[in-house]
């Protein structure tokens, strides 16, 4: 396998080859035919991004261990927690709800966090150890997941729909939440994944991390135009993790990365019919989310069962129109969108259709940074079922509609996480590319 040295590289999401210069702090380099940015000048990363974690960790204990909100209605008291959320729906019989609540606001944070942590110490080692590389994979892919921000305007579109019937106190937690948030944020500004891989000790020792082998003949001059001279038509393959490029003995067969040890393909295996599948499965699931109640009230003079839309006319009626609009955007109008835009990209890819590449991966990008907020609704249901128990006088419970609309925003996440953006670049005549 012949190695290259890592100012060669392969943009992520056209495959364009490109040399990456050198950076100074606050200098981006981006893909010269899709805009993605490849690489970014970030002083003293390492460190910085060390103690934002440091801080995030304990803020992330003070946000799950103090109350989010307390409710006060006729001299009766409650509040919760985000587990206590959490709990509240598992005693409700939404056990599958339930679980990825804890996961996008427990789990996937604290996993990020931590991990995090971890590779920040281990990089201090020079050369760091190879399971680094491992953790950082898993720490990336939870970052997606950890739903922070989402939860922190559920849990506003919640305050406003109980603060008619009773009194709404914020808590501690709440405000842990949103610091936690901002420190989320400037961990992602700062942190430089590229600098942590250069120090990371190479799965295969026998490889050479520096300087590595250069392929004969191979055109540098050329990578870095926008004509089209793309890894896979030079037969090379990028690694999906690290980024690391290398010409295989065989493109069939390309092996594992000998950096990060991951199993290396030139595309992504039946990534178009996975897509295809999730997106049905989700489409299926839209219909009930949206036709069944996702919230059942009970008072002693009024029963109801809310659906999404009913929601959004009672956030209108009561004079909040802007979180109306946004639950109706991020409940209504966004799962149906990626459905469809999702399923457009598939079938503008199966067509062989070359025109309007750009604007066609912009809409990737779109539906890939708008899809989590599809959560919104969730965890409105969780925090009202959770704070509005005050029986006999009120109480709510969690309808059937919720499950089906987690399933319809975790079906198009993975969906859009499946998908192999490369493909819409592929030209209609490359036969190694796999798109059966």
Known sequence: MTLFPEHIAACPDCDLMQRIPALSRGETARCLRCGRTMAAGKTDSLNRTFALAVAAAIVLVIANVTPLMGLSAVGRHASTTIFGGVLKMWQEGQGITAALVAFCTVAAPTVYILFMLTILAAVRRDPAPSWAGALLRISDASRSWAMVEVMMLGILV????????????????????????????????????????????????????????????????????????????????????????????????????????????????????????????????????????????????????????????????????????????????????????????????????????????????????????????????????????????????PGAGVVFFAAVVVLTMFAAEQFDPRLIWDSPDDEESDHD
């Open 158 to 397: 919640a305050l406003v729909k109980i603060a008619d019937v009773a009194t709404v106190v914020p808590g501690v937690g709440m405000f842990a939440v949103f610091a936690l948030i901002v420190l989320f944020a400037a961990m992602t500004v700062s942190f430089d994944p590229r600098e942590v891989w250069s120090r990371i000790r190479w799965v295969d020792r026998a490889a050479q991390p520096a300087g590595a082998r250069r392929q004969d003949g191979f055109p540098e001059d050329r990578a870095a135009s926008a004509d089209g001279m793309t890894a896979a038509k030079l037969g090379l393959v990028s690694c999906g993790a690290c980024g690391l490029l290398a010409k295989p003995a065989d493109l069939a067969s390309p092996g594992y990365c000998p950096r990060c040890g991951r199993a290396l393909a030139l595309r992504r295996r039946h990534t178009i019919q996975r897509t295809w599948a999730l997106l049905i499965a989700a489409a299926i699931c839209y219909i009930p989310a949206n036709l069944l109640p996702v919230m059942n009230t009970t008072m002693p003079a009024y029963a109801a069962n809310d659906t999404i839309m009913n929601g959004v006319i009672l956030l209108y009626a009561s004079g909040s129109w802007p979180l109306a609009l946004i639950v109706l955007v991020a409940s209504v109008i966004i799962p149906l969108a990626k459905i469809v835009t999702m399923a457009y990209l598939l079938a503008a890819i199966q067509l062989r259709r070359p025109e309007s590449r750009r604007e066609r991966i912009r809409i990737y990008r779109f539906v890939e940074i708008i899809g989590r907020w599809s959560m919104l609704d969730v965890f409105v249901v969780t925090f009202v079922v959770a704070l509005v128990q005050l029986q006999p006088i009120m109480s709510v419970e």
